[in-house]
């Protein structure tokens, strides 16, 4: 190993897990059309949260019969509203493996206080037994654990004829990962992620059944107006048409229209996820030379193509040593571990890294590792 700086830089060094890297070729003049200092309610306002919704379905490809909404506060708000406005109809199982699935857990079982809800969880590094889910019960999960690394592999072990819903957080897997969504009912997730857009605002998608739930139920708590989905026993209609339930800010509404409109001209769906799985193999390709570093997810099979998390051999410090040598020269920013995971890195390898950019950190990484073991 060697002292001596890698010659190459990445030319973007945006390597954090959300806000992650804006598109290849994104300037603040891609925002010039936005509908700034007008209301969203405005014929105009309207139109662009309506083109906003109809370029997530195209690109997302989400099937004609599941409805799309903008809604407050991010991925957790968007999740938040799932889970208070549907749950309570039936038992829930909660499954979790890293930080953000054990707060939706946490969310249900210390907050709505639900007595009907299990937990099928598993640490770092691992998925649960997805064999131990009963699908006559509603279920909770996290698509992609964005602070572990690991994701479900596919929807196979979702019954296409389950009798609850399916509740899932995609943040760190839509447009990167492949998701049947006739095997969900409910998705969510935020701009900030694999598109790279602005965080605030989070996405509602709702299949016929969580409309049907959402129309047949009404939870035993009260629901505060930024959760309201419905309206007299019926969907509010108007929220997955671009009439939002308080103010957005039309500058982040442009940004993700921008960012959808640069995932079209990519290719679309099939495109981002190849990009995020050339990433992915970079990193691979790197932890198969250097026997110190390992993946934290152990299945390779579960192995997240966004959120790649690993682990390094030597002392607990090693990789936050790394992580600073890697941001004082401009090559890596955000890349250490979540502050709840094992220590390690975090490299995100969504559809907005250029691959050429994540060649050229790998020796970096090489001599960050050196320096940081260095006595
Ligand atoms: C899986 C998962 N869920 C929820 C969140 C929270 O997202 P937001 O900040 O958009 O609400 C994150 C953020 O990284 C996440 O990775």
């Given amino acids: 190993m060697t002292d ?17 890297a804006k598109f290849p070729g994104w300037t603040p003049e891609k925002l010039k059309d936005a509908v700034v200092g007008r209301s969203h309610r405005s014929s105009l306002g309207k139109a662009r949260l309506k083109k906003a919704i109809e370029l997530t379905r195209e690109v997302l490809e989400v099937p004609a019969d599941y409805k799309i909404g903008i809604v407050p506060a991010s991925d957790t708000g968007a999740v938040e509203m799932a889970l208070w406005s549907l749950l309570g109809s039936r038992p829930v199982d909660m499954v979790a493996w890293e930080s953000f699935g054990d707060g939706w857990v ?14 099928i969880t598993a640490g770092y590094g691992d998925l649960p037994d997805l064999k131990q889910i009963d699908f006559s019960h509603d279920v909770v999960f996290t698509w992609n654990g964005t602070t572990s690394g690991v994701r479900v592999p596919d929807a196979s072990w979702i019954p296409a004829n389950r009798e609850g819903l399916t509740i899932c957080d995609a943040t760190s897997s839509a447009f990167a990962q492949e998701m049947d969504f006739t095997k969900l009912d409910v998705v969510t997730f935020s701009w900030q992620k694999v598109l790279g857009g602005e965080g605030a605002h989070g996405v509602l998608i709702l299949s016929p059944r969580a409309i049907e739930r959402l129309e047949s139920y009404v939870p035993a708590w009260p629901l505060p107006k930024i959760f309201r989905l419905t309206s007299g026993g019926k969907l509010i209609a108007g929220i997955f048409e671009g009439e939002t339930i308080n103010t957005p800010s039309m500058l982040c509404v442009e940004d993700y229209v921008v960012s959808l409109e640069w995932a079209k001209a ?13 990433n992915a193999s970079v990193i691979d390709a790197w932890v198969a030379r250097n026997k110190f570093a390992h993946h934290l997810a152990k299945v390779p099979g579960t192995r997240s193509n966004t959120s790649v998390c690993l682990t390094l051999d030597g002392a607990e410090d090693v990789s936050k040593k790394m992580v600073k040598l890697l941001e004082a020269e401009g090559v890596a920013y955000d890349i250490g571990a979540y502050r709840d995971a094992p220590p390690g890195l975090r490299i995100w390898c969504g559809a907005t890294v250029e691959t050429k950019d994540l060649e050229a ?11 940081a073991t260095a006595v």
């Fill in 106 to 119: 946490s969310d249900v079982m210390k907050q709505l206080k639900l007595k009907d809800a299990r937990k």
């Fill in 361 to 371: 950190l790998m020796p970096w990484l090489d001599w960050a590792y050196a320096k």
């Fill in 266 to 278: 990519v290719g679309g769906l099939k495109a981002l996820r190849a990009r995020a799985d050339a």
């Fill in 4 to 20: 001596q700086k890698p010659a190459l830089r990445p030319a973007c060094a945006n390597f954090s897990s959300g806000p992650c």
